[in-house]
């Protein structure tokens, strides 16, 4: 649900020093979900499960806090040979798996033990995320400064495409600007493992549009309230172990994920291998049908004579198809 981008234009294609954006689709999943945000009291929960992650910042905070210490135990450290440098490798999702494995024993049915949330503008997630200046950055006033000097260098032709921000009427309407001026991430963990090793929990995280609530304490009770609601269908649902996506990998570690991903994953299996057979089914047919026209006789050809007018007329007709199917790329 995250884009990477330079620029508008390149939100399509990538570029060679970032990965490419998400598909429009995504973005415009986005945008439609800050809308109901702002204008819905009570929203639907917009949330996804992150299987595998590099990210280090849970991992971070834990590893500083058997370090460190709290405050609470007056700063003594759980352990003070604790090596940061090595830890810091672990990622978030294998780190807190095995910390929050240990509560398991203490809960009761239904009750998860839940880690701190962690907001994340939209724009945190782009190539924009050193862009702001000041906490009420005017993101439409930025991309409307990239959209004129983007058409300034078309006007020269230093660029051959036209801009995308070009062809929208409204920049702040647009399925990029408006996440990065309203939507926010939040992620948080759920304690749903045990064992020894634990199987690997993803990261939860979900959609909101905190910026616009009035205060901090709105904030505060809407996330909570998305995180029981999370908490609740994920405990609803149930969960399952997922095997597959280590494959070819130095991972060992069995994943465990919320049944409606798995399902929805053994669903999409199922749907590519039908698609599969029935693509292979045609591919024989063509190219049975290919073999027999070369393996045609001379004697199974029959060649019948066709008048000038005849053969213009249907020239003509084949001629005025290619236009219309791509008038485009058409050529007299």
Request: charged letters at 30%; one cysteine or more; aromatic letters at 10%.
């Amino acid at each position: 649900m995250t884009g990477r981008s330079r620029n508008a234009d390149r939100w399509r294609r990538g570029n060679g020093s970032r990965p490419a954006a998400p598909r429009p689709n995504r973005c415009r999943a986005a945008t439609n979900q800050a809308r109901r945000r702002k204008a819905t009291p009570k929203p639907p929960v917009f949330a996804g499960a992150v299987k595998s992650t590099q990210a280090r910042f849970f991992s971070i905070v834990l590893n500083w806090y058997i370090a460190k210490g709290s405050r609470r135990r007056f700063g003594a450290p759980l352990d003070p040979n604790w090596d940061t440098t090595r830890a810091a490798y672990i990622a978030d999702n294998e780190a807190m798996s095995f910390l929050l494995s240990t509560l398991e024993d203490k809960r009761k049915d239904g009750v998860y033990f839940v880690t701190f949330a962690v907001m994340r503008p939209f724009h945190t997630l782009t190539e924009f995320f050193r862009t702001p200046k000041s906490e009420k950055y005017d993101w439409v006033d930025h991309f409307e400064k990239v959209r004129d000097e983007e058409m300034r260098s078309y006007d020269r032709g230093l660029n051959n495409e036209l801009p995308h921000l070009a062809s929208i009427a409204d920049v702040a309407d647009d399925d990029f600007v408006y996440p990065c001026a309203r939507a926010d991430y939040v992620a948080f963990f759920v304690g749903h493992t045990a064992g020894e090793p634990p199987p690997v929990a993803p990261r939860y995280e979900f959609l909101e549009s905190l910026r616009s609530l009035s205060s901090s304490e709105a904030v505060r009770e809407r996330v909570a309230r998305n995180i029981g609601l999370v908490v609740s269908a994920l405990d609803r649902t149930g969960f399952s172990a997922d095997k597959e996506h280590n494959f070819l990998s130095k991972k060992f570690l069995v994943k465990i994920i919320p049944h409606v991903v798995f399902d929805a994953h053994e669903k999409c299996k199922a749907l590519g291998r039908q698609l599969e057979a029935e693509l292979r089914s045609v591919v024989i047919a063509n190219l049975q049908a290919l073999k027999n026209t070369r393996a045609y006789r001379v004697s199974d050809v029959e060649f019948l004579p066709l008048s000038i007018r005849r053969f213009i007329e249907r020239y003509a007709q084949v001629m005025d198809d290619d236009r219309k199917r791509d008038p485009d790329n058409y050529r007299r």
